[in-house]
């Protein structure tokens, strides 16, 4: 403490604009190093793709996936630590788009069905009728989120579902008047924790214990980048859980609804058409009868 307090005006300075440009070539080379890896990556896709479309033997097959799944792991580490060093050098910047909300959680929710193959898991999507179909914000960002929290509770679920809630009910941060807030729930039946353990979750590089990072895999850098993520929103992001009852990853961001007459997203008019739908979870089922005559279909 005796030693900053002697230091001058200029010298402060000096360290300031030299752990700044620390910061600013961190953030230089890990991007450098991003696009190199990538970029040969992007051809190890490719082959792989060609030897699976070429050879249809079981076991060729089976390499073939063991391969793709490695080569996407390694793209979403390199992804986590470009993320964390935009961050570490306030480099982070979001988009404000028109976001339907429910295109959103249910496209995220197909591209995990990936996952989920042969396993015994179902993934859900439980979306109030008062949520807003189109909201202003992030779509990457927010995407990226749900994907984080999603496949975190995947990664600790070997039965029962996965569910992604969206409710206009927010308690934990306070809204605009010309706005509203939405609250997303990640809930799974998964393994659960102890409260110690969720209070030190969203920390860089903490898991559960090591154990747990042995046994899972990952770099413990999602949870992390989720909460800035969600901060930079101006949301707050937490999560309720108990040992061998599953746990609730939730968020809540603030933000604006967009009004048909304002909207620049083109929805089919289904005004006079008759659909029958069939779906064999209720919720799914409800939400799809919502969304269809949210766009004038008799359902």
């Known amino acids: 403490m005796t030693n900053t307090l002697n230091l001058s005006r200029s010298e402060l300075e000096a360290k300031i604009a030299q752990a700044d440009a620390l910061a600013q070539m961190k953030s230089n080379l890990l991007a450098t190093i991003s696009h190199e890896i990538r970029t040969p990556m992007q051809t190890i896709y490719g082959i792989l793709e060609l030897i699976e479309d070429e050879n249809k033997k079981p076991k060729i097959q089976e390499m073939v996936r063991t391969a793709q799944a490695a080569a996407s792991g390694l793209l979403e580490i390199l992804d986590d630590v470009l993320d964390m060093a935009k961050m570490d050098a306030d480099k982070m910047e979001l988009d404000e788009f028109e976001v339907p909300v429910r295109l959103l959680v249910r496209g995220m929710l197909e591209a995990l069905v ?84 969720c209070d030190k979750l969203f920390k860089a590089f903490v898991q559960a214990d090591n154990t747990t990072q042995r046994k899972y895999g990952g770099t413990g850098l999602g949870l992390s980048i989720s909460q800035k993520l969600v901060e930079l ?45 069939v779906e064999d979870h209720p919720s799914g089922a409800r939400e799809i009868m919502n969304s269809l005559k949210s766009m004038g279909a008799t359902v």
């Open 114 to 197: 990936v996952k989920v193959h042969g396993v015994n898991i179902d993934l859900k999507d439980d979306i109030l009728a008062d949520v807003p179909f189109v909201v202003i914000g992030d779509p990457k960002r927010l995407r990226q989120i749900l994907m984080n929290l999603c496949g975190n509770a995947l990664k600790f679920t070997h039965v029962g579902s996965v569910t992604v809630r969206v409710t206009t009910s927010v308690k934990a941060i306070t809204v605009p008047d010309n706005g509203i807030g939405l609250r997303f729930e990640v809930i799974d039946t998964g393994i659960g924790m102890p409260l110690e353990v």
């Open 233 to 277: 929103m101006g949301g707050k992001i937490g999560v309720t859980s108990e040992p061998g009852k599953g746990s609730t990853f939730w968020f809540e961001i603030p933000t604006i609804e967009v009004n048909d007459e304002n909207s620049t997203l083109e929805l089919p008019n289904l005004t006079g058409i008759s659909v029958l739908s």
